[in-house]
Nanobody, 127 residues
Framework: VQLQASGGGLVQAGGSLRLSCAAS????????MGWFRQAPGKEREFAAG????????YYADSVKGRFTISRDNAKDTVYLQMNSLKPEDTAVYYC?????????????????????WGQGTQVTVSS
């Protein structure tokens, strides 16, 4: 699976951005998808995840209520709508695909379960 993340940029605090992750080589409906982010000087962290049918969705507490993950299987694309952005949301955002079949409810925040990663897209939120 090849993943191409896009949509990052510079935005003022309170603004919005929508990130996209286009998949090729395998239909996005066959994998579970996650968004992770890595701020300068910090470890990469889980932001949001969605299972194959879209019925299981998870968010980190830091983004809950502001970010929305969704998928368009017809376009083989997963989105991350980010609203009410804060300077602390500044990071490189990565999309990742998990081909596993086990329980997603316990595995979703773990980097190790994701088999494929996109190249990352920079999000900068100015105060």
């Amino acid at each position: 699976v090849q993943l191409q993340a896009s949509g990052g940029g510079l935005v003022q605090a309170g603004g919005s951005l929508r990130l996209s992750c286009a998949a090729s080589g395998r239909t996005v409906s066959s994998v579970r998808m996650g968004w992770f982010r890595q701020a300068p000087g910090k470890e990469r962290e889980f932001a949001a995840g969605i299972n194959r049918n879209g019925l299981q969705i998870y968010y980190a507490d830091s983004v809950k209520g502001r970010f929305t993950i969704s998928r368009d299987n017809a376009k083989d694309t997963v989105y991350l709508q980010m609203n009410s952005l804060k300077p602390e949301d500044t990071a490189v955002y990565y999309c990742a695909a998990d081909t596993g079949l086990g329980s997603y409810s316990s595995s979703y925040p773990k980097e190790s379960v994701y088999d494929y990663w996109g190249q990352g897209t920079q999000v900068t939120v100015s105060s």
